[in-house]
């Protein structure tokens, strides 16, 4: 007897998310099947509700539901600085220390020729034409301190280059290679009190 298909057919959508291999979408499958209806639903419920509800903020591409995102909209936060991250996990990151007041961008991702990603895939655009806007006075690089990291951080400094605007990378207290949201709180505030002209 074969699996049922509407099983198939589960095992295969959940494979499609990103870290998911075909044994792990399968474990989640039966344990879907085995938990009780009304977890299932409330999960189902969850991401259609999540997928409505959340956009990204037509200015700092970060995952927000409102438009523009609360902290954009924020007239008591410093609007000339961007704190230029890779992921809205980073930005949460940083906002839990409670030590930065400025605005951020989110890249979703870095430069990496190796796994095809150039800037044209990243929000980059955005972010020059919101420099080119004359908005910020000072860009913070907070990218993880990776080897991508480093050199999307090379290539927004030399892109901003000619534009009225400060450019500072976070300190080195984020251990190389590693990336901000495995940062502790206090790591992470000395990275962004530490920041230097880039
Ligand atoms: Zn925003």
Redesign the pocket.
């Known amino acids: 007897m074969n699996q049922p298909d509407t099983l198939t057919r589960l095992i295969k959508e959940l494979a499609k998310i990103p870290g998911i291999g075909p044994r792990t979408a399968e474990r989640m499958a039966f344990y879907m099947l085995n938990a009780p209806k009304a977890d299932v639903t409330a999960l189902s419920q969850a991401i259609v509700n999540a997928k409505n509800s959340v956009k990204f903020?037509?200015?700092?591409?970060?995952l927000?539901d409102t438009e523009?995102?609360g902290?954009?909209?924020d007239s008591a936060r410093a609007q000339g600085t961007i704190c230029v991250v890779e992921q809205p996990n980073d930005l949460w990151s940083i906002e839990k220390t409670g030590i930065y007041k400025g605005?951020?961008h989110v890249l979703y991702g870095h430069i990496s020729p190796l796994e095809g990603v150039g800037p044209e895939n990243l929000t980059i655009a955005k972010l020059l034409q919101r420099v080119k806007n004359g908005g910020p006075k000072e860009i913070i690089i907070a990218t993880n301190p990776t080897l991508e990291g480093d050199g999307t951080a090379l290539y927004l400094k030399q892109a901003c280059h000619g534009y009225d605007v400060t450019i500072s990378r976070i300190a080195r207290g984020v251990p190389s290679g590693s990336t901000l949201s495995y940062a502790t709180k206090s790591t992470l505030s000395e990275a962004i009190m530490g920041r230097q002209d880039f």
């Open positions: 903020c037509s200015v700092c591409c970060n927000s523009p995102c902290i954009c909209a605005t951020y």
